[in-house]
């Protein structure tokens, strides 16, 4: 029988949490920082000692999560942080257990939910990936060109009237982003995500057809164009994509739960012991 709906009707947001079937890994979405927790629970088997965190892509591929490739399970908990999933789509997580001995388990059931957009104007996120508590969402200006280098040798024959050409691999794009920023704060949190020294993740929307791209950046220009008293700024950046920097024995990091960020909450452990929390409900925030 078919089932009619109202074409009025307005369709439920997307879930915020899921978990496995069997009931293993739960994954939470962080709408603050387009990010996504993680929670593998093996507590009723001793024999876990680390969890490995993998994301599967469109194309099948299993892709380790940073901070959770692996994690430490005490007592059969592990957490990890997904900073880098693709925002507006829905991506898959899976957990697979380490044992004490080396050996690795069954890989858990699937457990799924979808990152928001950023919404306009501030409709680029980029991210750090070693403190996801320097990412920001910006507004970028301008962002025309993407260059890819052809990689090509030449060398001209004698007496042939065709070149011998040798052909490499395609590098990836390079390009040059304007970005503002209208605030001394966004200035001065710009200035130190670019300045950072590590590779950004850049990610917008799905409808303008740019697909995530980690970058390097380069020479900085920085513009004040209004009065002295404007704190306003736009910002030259050239950037050189490459490849997803290695997870093998990334550190565990979430923005906002650092020690610094617990400590200025509750500067002593008495302080913390008097809210009835533990570690793990600080870290994964629930």
Do not use: C
């Not at 307005?10 to 293993?24: A, H």
């Not at 194309?59 to 880098?84: F, K, L, S």
């Not at 979430?254 to 960020?261: A, C, E």
């Amino acid at each position: 029988m078919p089932i009619i709906i109202d074409p009025d009707d307005i369709p439920p947001d997307p879930p915020v949490e899921s978990v496995s079937l069997d009931g293993i890994l739960t994954v939470r979405r962080d709408d603050t920082w387009a990010g996504v927790y993680l929670i593998a629970d093996y507590s009723s088997d001793p024999d876990v000692a680390q969890v490995r965190f993998v994301r599967v892509s469109e194309n099948g591929d299993e892709e380790p999560v940073r901070g959770g490739n692996a994690a430490w399970a005490p007592g059969g908990v592990a957490v990890a942080y997904d900073h880098e999933a693709s925002l507006g789509v829905s991506s898959t997580w899976y957990a697979y257990p380490i044992y004490w001995d080396g050996t690795v388990g069954a890989r858990s059931d699937g457990a799924a939910v979808t990152p928001p957009e950023p919404t306009t104007p501030q409709d680029v996120w980029l991210k750090s990936l070693t403190n996801p508590a320097l990412s920001m969402r910006v507004i970028v200006m301008a962002w025309p060109t993407l260059e890819y280098g052809e990689r090509q040798d030449r060398m001209d024959v004698l007496g042939a009237p065709s070149p011998v050409m040798r052909v490499d691999a395609w590098s990836l794009a390079t390009s040059t982003v304007t970005i503002e920023t209208a605030t001394l704060e966004e200035r001065e949190q710009l200035l130190a995500l670019l300045q950072s020294g590590t590779t950004l993740l850049a990610q917008t929307r799905l409808d303008y057809g740019r697909p995530d791209a980690y970058w390097v950046p380069g020479k900085i220009s920085e513009s004040m164009s209004g009065p002295s008293y404007d704190p306003h700024r736009t910002w030259e950046v050239p950037v050189t994509a490459v490849d997803r920097p290695s997870t093998v024995d990334s550190r565990l990091r979430i923005p906002g739960r650092s020690y610094d960020d617990s400590a200025a909450m509750w500067p002593t452990y008495a302080d913390r012991t008097a809210t009835g929390q533990s570690y793990h409900d600080v870290t994964t925030g629930g």
